[in-house]
């Protein structure tokens, strides 16, 4: 039959609590990169500030 489990040792907490750390860490890098690529996208190349860019652009392409 199955016996009790032992108590959980306190380098299983400390495991616990950087990986729970390098998780949110990692949620939030995720959440950057994902925001600056909506911005990215969202942004209009001929709008005042895009202006420039996307002249450049259109001279190259020609």
Do not use: C
């Amino acid at each position: 039959m199955a016996g009790q489990l032992r108590a959980t040792h306190e380098l299983h907490n400390r495991r616990l609590s950087r990986n729970v750390g390098l998780g949110i860490v990692l949620v939030l890098f995720v959440g950057l990169v994902y925001g600056l690529t909506i911005a990215k996208v969202g942004t209009d190349p001929n709008d005042e500030l895009g202006a420039p860019w996307a002249q450049a652009q259109e001279k190259a392409a020609k």
